[in-house]
């Protein structure tokens, strides 16, 4: 079973324990947003084609006092009224409840975040470790009219006695059937990676060398709704040592991807980036 994600670079086991934001982050809650209760988990069960959705998000506590939480940025792109509704999904594409800021100390559970926002309007909302183990998943985002809103999520990590890290995993379509993104193993560096998809299929997951020749792969099955997050190096050895590009090979549309690039050190320091579509067949 694949450990998630950056828990994968991090070599390390959920456990609970208490857990607070970190001082210096006092992000007030928007009042144009409200969470989606919990209860409302089966209110929503299909991922729609015109879905947004953003990759990776993380909310909880590892032993030691590791913590991981999201904030996200919600903007309206458009001259009208628009409103959107967004979703949180477990890595089997079940609703996931995620603790929210919502102005209450401790945070309330829900599954979801919704609002209407004014002409070119927007705000933030975060999600708090309440002293949970770390829940892992992604989140799809639809608006009204189609497209009219975009989320960006920061993903957030601090070490025990460590600054606070953190990087942004923009909001990406399902619209995908193949995906490129580079790699670095060398250096110090690991790599991996998030992949989702709307459509059940198996993605073919390649390693390319920086001449763009195929050193390895694996065949990768996905269930509708289905999110896994891998260490790229553990099911692509031929990647130890090395850097290049890794290509997602689907069947169908619906793939959306973010990966993840971090220095080996312990200390939670990582970068993301969005992988590209590719264009034309390999």
């Not at 506590?61 to 999904?89: D, K, N, P």
């Not at 559970?109 to 999600?127: I, S």
């Amino acid at each position: 079973m694949h450990r998630p994600l950056i828990l994968s670079l991090l070599l390390a086991v959920p456990f609970a324990m208490s857990a607070q934001i970190p001082s210096g982050v006092d992000l007030q809650p928007a009042t144009n947003m409200r969470p989606i209760p919990a209860d409302r988990a089966a209110s929503k069960r299909i991922i729609l084609p015109g879905d947004g959705v953003v990759a990776q998000i993380a909310n909880g506590e590892l032993e030691g006092g590791q913590i991981f939480f999201t904030i996200f940025e919600v903007m309206s792109l458009v001259g009208v009224e628009a409103s959107f509704e967004m979703r949180f999904w477990d890595p089997d594409g079940n609703a996931m409840s995620l603790p929210l800021a919502d102005g209450a100390e401790k945070g309330v559970g829900a599954v979801g975040l919704q609002g209407t926002f004014e002409p070119r309007g927007g705000g933030a909302q975060l999600t708090i470790p309440t002293g949970a183990p770390v829940q892992v998943g992604y989140a799809t985002v639809e608006s009204t009219p189609p497209d009219s809103v975009a989320v960006t999520a920061i993903f957030n990590n601090q070490v025990p006695g460590e600054r606070l890290f953190q990087a942004s995993i923009p909001q990406d379509s399902f619209l995908h059937d193949r995906l490129t993104m580079p790699y670095i193993n060398n250096a110090g560096f690991v790599t991996s990676f998030a992949l989702v998809a709307l459509i059940a299929q198996t993605v073919e997951v390649v390693a390319r060398d920086a001449a763009g020749t195929a050193v390895c792969s694996f065949m990768q099955p996905m269930n509708t709704g289905q999110h896994v997050a891998i260490l790229a190096a553990t099911e692509l050895p031929c990647m130890v040592g090395n850097a290049g590009f890794l290509d997602f090979i689907g069947q169908d549309i619906g793939l959306s991807a973010v990966g993840f690039t971090a220095a080996d050190e312990g200390l939670g320091a990582f970068t993301t980036f969005t992988p590209w579509g590719i264009l034309s067949s390999p």
